[in-house]
């Protein structure tokens, strides 16, 4: 049996494979586009071509796609087989540098917010070297960028890899003035953690919202939820072992770097961490992730449910972005090394993100805002909407020493004493972890925990990329003309500590107290919606620090802002049209039709004794009779919220009213139902419960 070494990346057109099947100057010429940027040669591409399409169909590959990621939030592929046709009636294999560099799928039929009309069809796809080509199925898919005819980016990958370039470029500028020569790149990284639920296939088919919207919409609080805490970390279920083990077979043949997996806190729930990589190739993998999440747990019977709040009253699932920059050569730049208090580089760097974080706290919200992460942030280990940083005591008294000139004396390295001599002696880390913080420091690296599961990571790591540029452009502007670097640098590092220390907090996030505390006293933003967050993204320190690092243009800004508002509205009012749909065909003739059985009963024993009471039979149907006039003033309430959308003159008014009176009629409207749901006989109800679902992946 062949063991993961031997079939790791087996389907992948890695660096393995080119440096094999390529010429050595084609190999060298293409590692100098991968890593330095420089042009690629037509002559190399046709090269890459053929090597790539001779390994492919080896694979039994027979079509080739350029895969790409257009602003739906998912993958986008269209399918050309290799044949073409012989002078003798026969088909050959080709497949040329021109298709392999350049593809044109309809542009059209994309989101675009504007940037293209219907009838201005042409886009086109190009070949992203730095990302390596794999198999899926029989289908060789090439990892493209995706822009219109003008060239606006109309996709996450583009605006991605221009951030990362800006990046570099100036972390670039900062590590010469300290001395650094040999590095020639600064590269972001990337581990994403993903959550997900799982659930049976039969139960997800007979829940209308589950379909429709990738959430419970109604549902009662079950008996039993994660209260005990007993799902976490805890023995994982046969057949959801049987899923991760395929799951893992299937990853690590497209070379992606599986690690960890285990129980989430909520029942149902798990979780997927994969090794570091660059944020591009991450970001591909984590897409390809949830694509095969879903496709795996199908062939196990099961369902792979990746909305943010699938169930109220339980955890939400996230996606931790675990993220970090390092040169060419591997040095950590946010590595603090054991004595962080020396350690200038490491403090300048730490800096850059500190004033990076609070001057674009707006764009970290943004970057995670959609319809269904609001349902998430705040609460069952979901940060909230504030955004803060947690660096811990060490990291904190380090900052205070510096900024007070007072003497930073040192942090205590203790051991663990945990009473039995048996058991070896274990270092204690010099920082805690904080589960509430939206952006916490976890020892050389910033974990960004406000994602939500189904999000790309793109969105989040391109503004990240981008306002932590912007940092490090100001101190290379302000250090490079210094006459006395070493007292400009000190001088830089505690001024910005004074001037962007409020956005440090290492307490507890859900506390009402620091919401309080962040938006009256520190000035810090609370954006709790997508309606509230997104119309900031046309702010003019949001649009002139993007379009002057070159990562968007203004009309592609401007477009990203009304597809989200797009997006957030079409899906709330799904949502809102599933709801009245599942009460008025399903939830309400079934409260009805019990209580009328009820009724019936009753009438059936006083026939027997006059004097009888009925007390269950009477009660019940007398609350369930309440209830069904409350539900039923509710759905017409919210239909006339529905119809009040058509009065918005623009998006941003339509996300407003979305916000304002479509979202709290539905919320309206679940209470009665749910009520409902806990008196009517299961036999009676017309869906699977939480009960059920939470608990059906055995």
């Known amino acids: 049996m062949n063991t993961v070494s031997d079939y790791f990346g087996s389907m992948v057109f890695d660096d393995r494979v080119m440096r094999s099947r390529l010429p050595a100057e084609v190999y060298a010429s293409l590692r100098r586009t991968i890593d330095e940027g420089t042009e690629l040669d037509i002559g190399v591409a046709n090269a890459v071509a053929e090597a790539m399409k001779a390994w492919a169909v080896e694979k039994g590959a027979t079509h080739f796609t350029h895969w790409f990621q257009p602003l739906t939030g998912i993958t986008a592929e269209k399918h050309d087989s290799f044949i073409s046709k012989a002078p003798d009636g026969s088909v050959i294999m080709e497949f040329s540098g021109k298709e392999l560099i350049k593809g044109e799928p309809d542009a059209s039929s ?30 060789l898919c090439i990892p493209t960028a995706f822009c219109s005819y003008g060239g606006h980016a109309l996709d996450k990958k583009t605006p991605l890899l221009r951030s990362m370039e800006a990046l570099s470029r100036q972390a670039i500028r900062i590590l010469r003035l300290f001395g650094n020569t040999s590095a020639r790149r600064v590269v972001s990284s990337v581990g994403p953690e993903q959550e997900y639920f799982l659930i049976s296939k039969e139960m997800y088919d007979a829940r209308p919202d589950l379909r429709f919207t990738g959430r419970t919409l109604f549902g009662a609080k079950p008996p039993k939820g994660q209260e005990l805490d007993d799902h976490y970390f805890g023995v994982i279920k046969p057949g959801v072992a049987a899923f991760m083990e395929d ?105 850059s993100v500190i004033r990076a974080v609070d001057d674009y706290q707006d764009l970290l919200r943004i970057s995670v805002a959609t319809a269904s992460n609001d349902h998430r942030l705040g609460a069952n280990e979901a940060p909230p909407a504030v955004i803060s940083i947690f660096l811990g005591d060490e990291l904190t008294a380090v900052l205070n020493a510096i900024e007070t000139d007072t003497p930073y004396t040192g942090a205590e390295k203790t051991q663990l004493r945990l009473g039995a001599d048996v058991l070896p002696k274990l270092r204690r880390d010099t920082t805690d972890r904080n589960r509430t913080s939206p952006f916490a420091f976890t020892g050389n690296k910033f974990e960004f925990r406000m994602l939500g599961s189904s999000n790309s990571i793109a969105c989040a790591n391109i503004m990240l990329n981008s ?114 749909s599942m009460v008025r065909k399903r939830i309400a003739p079934a409260i009805s039709r019990f209580a009328a059985d009820l009724a019936g009963q009753a009438a059936v024993k006083k026939t027997f004794d006059p004097d009888l009471r009925c007390g269950y039979e009477a009660d ?79």
Not at 531 to 560: I, Q, W, Y
Request: glycine share 6%.
């Open 110 to 139: 994309f989101p675009s917010g504007g940037l293209r009309a219907t009838f201005e069809a042409r886009g086109y796809t190009a070949w992203d070297p730095t990302s390596y080509a794999f198999i899926k199925g029989k289908t």
């Open 247 to 351: 799951l893992n077979e299937e990853l690590w043949k497209l070379g992606i770097l599986a690690k960890t997996e285990h129980n989430e806190v909520a029942p149902a729930q798990h979780e997927l961490a994969p090794i570091y990589t660059t944020t591009n190739i991450a970001t591909d993998h984590n897409q390809l992730t949830m694509e095969i999440m879903q496709k795996i747990a199908a062939k196990h019977g099961l369902v792979c449910l990746l909305h943010e709040k699938p169930f109220a009253g339980v955890n939400g699932s996230g996606k931790h972005n675990n993220w970090s920059i390092a040169t060419d050569s591997g040095q950590n730049l946010l590595s603090p090394g054991d004595t962080p208090y020396e350690n200038a580089q490491f403090l300048l760097f730490l800096c």
């Open 467 to 580: 306002a932590v540029a912007d940092s490090l452009r100001a101190f290379a502007d302000e250090l490079e003309k210094a006459d006395d670097f070493e007292s400009a640098l000190h001088a830089l590092i505690k001024k910005t500590v004074a001037d962007h220390k409020r956005i440090i907090f290492n307490g507890n996030g859900y506390d009402d107290a620091w919401i309080a505390e962040a938006t009256e006293k520190r000035g810090l933003s609370n954006y709790r919606t997508t309606a509230d967050c997104m119309p900031h993204l046309l702010d003019a320190k949001n649009v002139g620090m993007l379009t002057s690092l070159g990562v968007f243009s203004e009309d592609e800004l401007r477009s990203r802002r009304d597809i989200m508002l797009e997006n957030y509205c079409k899906t709330v009012v799904i949502e809102a049209n599933t709801m009245i």
């Open 620 to 698: 019940t149907v007398k609350t369930l009779s309440g209830l069904t006039d409350l539900i039923e003033d509710r759905t017409r309430a919210l239909e006339k919220s529905l119809i009040g959308l058509h009065a918005a003159e623009d998006i941003v008014e339509e996300a407003a009213l979305i916000r304002d009176t479509v979202l709290p009629g539905m919320g309206e409207l679940r209470i009665p139902c749910d009520e409902a749901e806990l008196l009517t006989a299961k036999s009676y109800w017309p869906f699977p419960t939480y009960g059920d679902l939470l608990f059906s992946a055995k």
